[in-house]
């Protein structure tokens, strides 16, 4: 049973359309953050985000934490190929030295 | 970019055989991390260390045994290769621990027949 759930597990759209991927848990994480894997590479930090429903923006990606610290969600405006990825949730527990990953949601932006 | 290293960045062994892979940092990051990645799995935890000779068991740790006698070299040893331990192993840096970014090597596509 996996921790941290991601949905959908896959994704395809077209260019410009919008998009949200979804993390969710039975459990409360003291912060969650967002990855982006392209194949063949290690995963990169996007965001993290700490306080029960903040909202952070990056650039065309806006990012929301759940106002129980349970649940996140990732929003992309206009997609674009570059944005063509895997995206991995991960959170960190309370007196936690470590995080647990999500099994991510691989998206595909066509052009 | 952060300075990590794996090595090697890919091998085929046998079943029965010892491997060991290498991270190396040049961040003088307090925390590493050793990771494997499997279809439909995302990341799991192996190992991780959060400073020289301290270090701690993960949520798939059997078979596997890590080692940390310098800051910047962080090692991880499959005892006995088995098919299961096939899998892309990636190593992390973090400067406090959870809650702060990790940074992540390029990864290790380990092949175990």
Not at chain 1, 65 to 75: I, N, Q, T, V
Not at chain 1, 96 to 102: A, K, M, T
Request: charged share 20%.
């Amino acid at each position: 049973t996996q921790l941290l759930e991601q949905s959908p597990q896959f994704l395809s759209i077209q260019e410009g359309e919008n998009l949200t991927v979804y993390c969710n848990s039975s459990s409360v994480f003291s912060s969650l953050q967002w990855y982006r894997q392209e194949p063949g590479e290690g995963p990169v930090l996007l965001v993290t985000v700490v306080t029960g429903g903040e909202v952070k923006k990056l650039k065309r990606l806006t990012f929301q934490f759940g106002d129980a610290r349970k649940d996140s969600s990732l929003h992309i405006t206009a997609a674009q190929p570059g944005d063509t990825g895997l995206y991995l949730c991960a959170g960190a527990r309370a007196g936690g030295q470590n995080f647990v990953f999500g099994p991510g949601t691989r998206l595909s932006v066509l052009p | 970019d952060a300075g990590i290293t794996q090595s090697p960045r890919h091998k085929v062994t046998e079943t029965g055989t010892p491997v060991t892979l290498r991270c190396h940092q040049t961040e003088n990051h307090r925390y590493m991390y050793w990771y494997r990645q499997d279809p439909g799995h995302g990341l799991r935890l192996i190992h991780y260390s959060y400073g020289v000779k301290d270090t701690d068991k993960g949520e798939v740790s059997d078979g596997y045994s890590v080692s940390r006698s310098k800051t910047e070299d962080f090692l991880l040893t499959l005892e006995s290769a088995t098919s299961s331990q096939t899998s892309v192993y990636f190593c992390a840096i973090s400067f406090t621990g959870a809650g702060e970014t990790q940074y992540f090597g390029p990864g290790t596509r380990l092949l175990v027949l």
